[in-house]
């Protein structure tokens, strides 16, 4: 259901909601953006995060011995980018990491829908920020708050002033109007094993991990003992030592890997769960120290190779 | 369940990327500070995957003391009785010069200023540390030749340069992103000269890669300047109004026909002359190097010909030129200025000049003017029986010293033997008394990087157990040993360094947060110094030394017919004591390895991870084969990390007569099978 909230609504409707939550938001921290506890609704930034906040769900390191009960998190001001990798990786982890599904269930989302596309994020090739699956979704207008709001959080807003989807519509095609579209479409029939890009990026590729750590899409995760404990922590695939086996690595060298990385997410994926898994956000491109840019796998002419 | 967000220091390599550590609960979320003038946000595998030694559960959480060869947890109050009493006693007995204090480039600029204010306040200038294995000859050298042993330009500037041109220095793995620039700016189109035995990623993607033979830096840079001299290339206006000794220096070089150096370095003549052309004209040219110019019994004379470079080619004060001595250790910069060194006050006054003075007024104290030992001279005079204690900080000479076997012998020889760390390291097991200690991030201070940013070290953790961070202990010590002032926070520490060296006298808690500032950092710099030596050298004019080639300490023959060089890797820092407990990176580099050129290896019958003996002259370790074309044939590498085979069984004990700088990377050896 559709709702707009003036602003004093929606910090009532806040306050309602960290009644039954751990309330978190995105907040500002010597000039970046970060996760943290919020209180009102005001304290929130409309800056997007320094970092997608994959750790609500999949902790960096955690003890995978027992599974502990979440409590219920509600995350304000994530972005649509960062928020739409949890539903694309729920096709591959929802119900069958334990960990992952436990905090997935307990934790609400209320992602804040960009007013203005950012620079360098191609969010609009994968469907823009306006998302079809959300818990809350919302869109600043002025003083008000169109709220897209999901079954399961309904109570919390049946007091307030319905609305029909229009608003999201026309913003949606107004965003749209504004960006760049990549050509992703049919990308896992084009892309091509022998390009040179894997080359290319390799020369460059000092192995730092950015690209994953920096992923909303990404979930991959290393499993260890320390002392009495088993953990987990997340991974890269671009290192030698991922998912290698007693021989080693099966993708002996660096230009395989990251050749691996992006058909993972522009044809493996695509033709396993119909999707990519890739959201548009720009992130790796960002946290790049060389400056490798996923946009030349989507765009690169391999026909003309 | 707690949030803390904090800006901080990454604890590895001299970069000094800032991190923003967002943690909920143990599972942090690291970033890099997008804000930072040093790594934009950027950070390495090091920076993302490289902190959880920090809750490893071998961290130690107590005070230890041994008793009939076994460690007893005691209270922080016995502990520092008895290490402050067997101290005194052997002051007492044997004089002041009977200890010696080894400082840390991992520790704050706090704590190493008042590692040496304990050492001189009980009247010896016995204090060193790990930069005498790295970046000692660099101190000296560019002292002696410009002034000023650090950084000429800042990380930054890198992108106003047209030319780089680095030796000895494998910069994606080692700084991996100043390595990044340099990638981004070769991306660009800019000039890239690798001077490396080992073909580097950087040599991959280089204009000229010069693939010479280890040891061979002076006859390979001379060349360079040989031709630069007969091609007329030279910036004259620099030298004329910049420079002295210009006309010794070129009767030295005329020696140096790249004809004739090729039987040295194994580079041809046409090459030589490329670079020549490319670094005089294609200028600003930054040059960069580390420790395959320093770690060699010539390291000082090496340093003074890369600066002999820059001079002769007007390569410096403008933005984009420079010469870059990447510094190792996150604080090396910092803890050399602090002057943990033995022949240097803080701000290296040399010991025993009238400076000095203005210290002895500042700590109330009559200070030794006898130049003190440095680290493996300590260990000799260990061996010896001349020295009777040491108190170690956070350094791990059992792996990490030259001729560990001597290291091993003169520990067993002390009296007393403290150690002060974060882990039970190899050191710290053979120590009497062990202080834990907390890591950088559970701790507040500064660090100072390779390029002179002084920058704020903020506390994330508490630390486990009862351990205490470093400047805690030594106050504790420092007051029982040396009758030293109480202080009470590392900003009061930071107070008195800022009056007692002027480049940091600019410089307060409240203006390095959050993005640093450069040192020189005084009341006419008072926002700091990018780009040193703009108009003028601190000594006037730069100097040109004339340096001439000589042989490394060791030379193959037909026994040893390897030259062995070690290092670091990507994924280890140092005596692997944080790295080795980080899952990944350990995962990524779990055990000791050689580096074996393919040629060589078939000729031998190795076979990849075969098991391999290496023998030197001075001993031998197994370790397995990793068979590559990134070596040339008849060099090996092996890296440093390994306490299960440690390398350091293998260098010898000869040092750089000026700065006593151990060979690490010129040891003759030989492959058994």
């Known amino acids: 259901m559709n709702y707009l909230l003036r602003k004093e609504e929606i910090e009532k409707a806040f306050l309602e909601i960290s009644k039954d939550f751990e309330t978190f938001g995105a907040t500002e921290k010597e000039g970046e953006v970060i996760f943290d506890h919020v209180h009102n609704f005001d304290e929130i930034s409309d800056k997007r995060s320094r970092y997608a906040p994959k750790e609500f769900l999949i902790q960096r390191n955690e003890n995978v011995l027992s599974l502990e009960k979440t409590d219920r998190r509600a995350v304000f001001g994530i972005k649509s980018c960062d928020l739409k990798g949890f539903y694309i990786m729920d096709k591959q982890i929802l119900g069958k990491d334990p960990f992952y599904t436990e905090k997935r269930n307990n934790t609400l989302f209320a992602n804040f829908v960009c007013n203005e596309p950012c620079e360098g994020g191609f969010c609009s090739s994968f469907g823009g920020p306006v998302l079809d699956e959300y818990d809350l979704q919302i869109l600043r207008d002025g003083d008000q708050y169109h709220v897209m709001v999901s079954e399961k959080y309904e109570g919390y807003f049946k007091s307030y002033r319905q609305e029909d989807g229009s608003a999201f519509a026309k913003f949606k095609d107004e965003f749209d109007a504004k960006t760049v579209h990549l050509p992703v479409e049919g990308l896992e029939k084009r892309m091509k094993w022998n390009s040179s890009l894997w080359k290319d990026f390799a020369s460059m590729c000092i192995s730092c991990g950015a690209c994953n750590f920096s992923c909303p899409t990404c979930y991959c995760f290393d499993l260890y003992d320390e002392g009495e404990e088993r953990k987990r922590e997340w991974d890269s695939c671009i290192l030698t030592g991922f998912t290698s086996s007693s021989a080693g690595n099966i993708r002996k060298n660096l230009d395989e890997r990251l050749r691996q990385r992006f058909y993972h997410k522009f044809t493996y994926y695509k033709k396993a769960k119909d999707v990519y898994l890739c959201t548009g956000c720009n992130r790796c491109v960002e946290d790049c120290p060389v400056g490798i840019d996923i946009k030349e796998v989507i765009t690169h002419d391999y026909s003309g190779e | ?673």
Not at chain 2, 208 to 236: C, W, Y
Not at chain 2, 273 to 286: D, G, N
Not at chain 2, 412 to 432: H, K, R
Not at chain 2, 484 to 508: C, D, H, L, Q, T
């Open chain 2, 1 to 673: 369940m707690a949030i803390v967000t904090v800006l901080t220091v990454c604890p590895y390599c001299g970069t000094g990327c800032q991190i923003v550590i967002n943690s909920l609960g143990a599972g942090e979320r690291v970033v890099g500070y997008s804000r930072s003038p040093v790594n934009e946000g950027k950070l390495c595998i090091k920076g993302y995957s490289g902190l959880s030694y920090n809750f490893s559960n071998e961290r130690l959480k107590n005070p230890l003391v041994k008793r009939n060869g076994e460690f007893t947890t005691v209270t922080w109050e016995d502990a520092i009785r008895e290490a402050s009493r067997g101290l005194k006693d052997i002051i007492r007995k044997y004089g002041p010069d009977s200890v010696a204090f080894q400082s840390s480039a991992k520790c704050t600029n706090e704590e190493n200023y008042l590692m040496q204010k304990i050492a001189r306040m009980v009247g010896t200038n016995n204090i060193d540390h790990c930069a005498r294995s790295c970046h000692s000859p660099t101190a000296l050298g560019l002292i002696t030749t410009l002034g000023a042993g650090a950084a000429t330009g800042s990380i930054k500037s890198l992108e106003h340069a047209r030319t780089f041109f680095i030796i000895g220095s494998n910069t994606t793995e080692q700084h991996p992103i100043i390595g990044s620039k340099i990638v981004s700016e070769r991306k660009k189109g800019k000039n890239l000269i690798v001077a490396d035995p080992r073909k580097t990623q950087l040599a991959e993607i280089a204009t000229i890669h010069l693939q010479f033979r280890p040891g061979t830096d002076i006859a390979l840079l001379n060349s360079i300047m040989f031709v630069i001299l007969k091609e007329h290339l030279e910036d004259r206006k620099f030298i004329e109004e910049r420079t002295q000794g210009f006309d010794e220096f070129e009767k030295e070089v005329e020696k140096y026909a790249p004809e004739v150096t090729e039987n040295i370095t194994g580079i041809r003549p046409e090459d030589v002359r490329e670079v020549a052309m490319i670094v005089a004209k294609e200028k600003p040219a930054s040059i960069l190097y580390a420790m395959g110019i320093t770690q060699h019994i010539h390291g000082t004379e090496n340093v003074m010909a890369v600066s002999n470079l820059a001079l002769l080619t007007g390569n410096l004060g403008v933005s984009g030129s420079g010469i870059f001595p990447l510094r190792g250790q996150n604080n090396v910069q910092g803890s050399s200025d602090m002057g943990a060194l033995a022949e240097w006050y803080p701000g290296y006054i040399p010991v025993g000049s009238p400076k000095v003075k203005m210290l002895e007024e500042l700590w109330q104290r009559k200070l030794p003017d006898k130049k003190g030992l440095t680290l493996s001279e300590m260990f000799d005079a260990a061996e010896e029986g001349r020295v009777k204690a040491i108190y170690l900080m956070g350094e791990n000479p059992l792996v990490t010293e030259s001729a560990v076997s001597d290291v091993e012998k003169a520990i067993d020889n002390l009296e007393l033997f403290i150690v002060q760390d974060i882990f039970m390291t190899l050191t710290a097991g053979a120590a009497d008394i062990v202080f834990p200690a907390s890591t950088s991030l559970e701790k507040e201070g500064t660090f100072t990087n390779t390029e002179r940013r002084i920058q704020k070290v903020n506390k994330v953790y508490d630390s486990p157990g009862t351990a205490k961070p470093d400047w805690w202990i030594l106050n504790e010590m420092g007051k029982e040993v040396a009758g030293m002032k109480n202080y009470e926070s590392p900003e009061e520490i930071f107070e008195e360094i800022r009056k007692a060296i002027p480049s940091y006298s600019g410089a307060s808690y409240e203006n390095i947060y959050p993005e640093g500032k450069q040192w020189p950092i005084n009341a006419s710099h008072p926002d700091g110094t990018e780009i040193l030596h703009e108009t003028s050298f601190p000594i006037g004019r730069g100097k040109f030394i004339p340096v001439s080639y000589g042989d490394p300490a060791e030379s193959v023959d037909e026994k040893y017919n390897f030259i062995m060089t070690t290092g670091r890797n990507y994924y280890h820092w140092h005596s692997g004591t944080m790295s080795r407990r980080t899952d990944i990176l350990e995962r990524e580099s779990p055990e000791a390895y050689v580096e074996i050129n393919t040629d060589d290896a078939r000729e031998l019958g190795i076979r990849n991870f075969q098991s391999v003996t290496i023998e030197s002259r001075h001993g031998s370790i197994k370790t397995k084969a990793r068979i590559t074309d990134k070596i040339p044939s008849k060099v090996i590498f092996v890296p440093f990390h390994f306490e299960e085979s440690r390398v350091n069984r293998l260098v010898g004990k000869q040092l750089d007569p000026l700065s006593k700088m151990p060979e690490f990377k010129v040891v003759a050896v030989r492959l058994l099978v």
